[in-house]
């Protein structure tokens, strides 16, 4: 799968993951709990490699050593650097402190992912999203039949994003999935601070205003932040869903 531009894909891994305590009982890094015999975090990476992405940045810092002891700095044709946080950045800070490692540098575009959540995505159509609007950042939304448990984002007729929603239980609406296209160039409207909110101190300031559209996704998507999502996440990979609907799929 071929992209006009180079993009690195930068994977949020830093998060304590208190929700899920139970089961990394704070002995691993969510990212890396086991999900149908892997890593979860490697269902990422996988799916990386079938969108033709050769350079990761994971932004890590708790339990950070289990992942780097795991995958290294080679992940099949996956480069992988590291940007350590010392202490906890914020999504957006760790965001900020990973654009600025090598192999994000060398990039156009930067494909930000959470490590805790997985959407099928399609790297071309945000592509051309982006250009097609000489858009800043395109977000990849997810349509549910209830929006309660994440919020809403709105966009208009041309899929340029006009705000959020606060959460309410049993609307329908669609939800933002945690992959972002970005310019490089967006580095530079940051806020000046080191910890920050990617979506509270950032998105929600500027959004309306700013050049940021939508990329509807109505594939497969799973959130592993909460016991019972985790114990879904189970069934669903290693079933159809994903090993012989999604990655296939997404390699054609």
Not at 115 to 135: E, R, V
Request: with cysteine.
């Amino acid at each position: 799968m071929v992209t006009p531009h180079s993009v690195t894909a930068i994977i949020l891994c830093g998060g304590m993951g208190t929700r899920l305590h139970a089961i990394t009982k704070d002995q691993t890094a969510k990212p890396m709990v086991d999900v149908a015999g892997k890593p979860f975090l490697q269902y990422l990476l996988d799916y990386c490699l079938s969108q033709g992405i050769t350079q990761v940045v994971m932004a890590v810092g708790h339990h950070r050593d289990v992942i780097m002891a795991h995958f290294g700095h080679r992940y099949g044709k996956l480069s992988i650097e590291y940007s350590i946080e010392e202490s906890p950045l914020g999504t957006g800070g760790a965001l900020k402190q990973a654009m600025q490692q090598p192999l994000a540098q060398t990039a156009d575009l930067i494909l930000a992912l959470n490590g805790d959540s997985f959407i099928a995505y399609d790297l071309n159509t945000m592509t051309a999203l982006l250009d097609d609007h000489h858009a800043q950042l395109v977000m990849a939304l997810r349509p549910l039949e209830n929006t309660g448990r994440y919020g809403r984002v709105t966009m208009d007729a041309d899929q340029k994003l006009t705000g959020f929603e606060e959460k309410k239980g049993g609307c329908p609406g669609t939800i933002n999935s945690g992959v972002y296209l970005l310019r490089s160039s967006l580095i530079e409207s940051l806020p000046s601070a080191s910890v920050f909110s990617f979506e509270t101190d950032f998105l929600e300031k500027e959004i309306g205003t700013a050049p940021f559209y939508g990329s509807l996704v109505s594939s497969y998507f799973i959130d592993i932040g909460t016991p019972s999502d985790y114990k879904q996440a189970q069934t669903d990979f290693v079933s159809k869903i994903y090993n012989q609907q999604i990655l296939p799929s997404a390699l054609n």
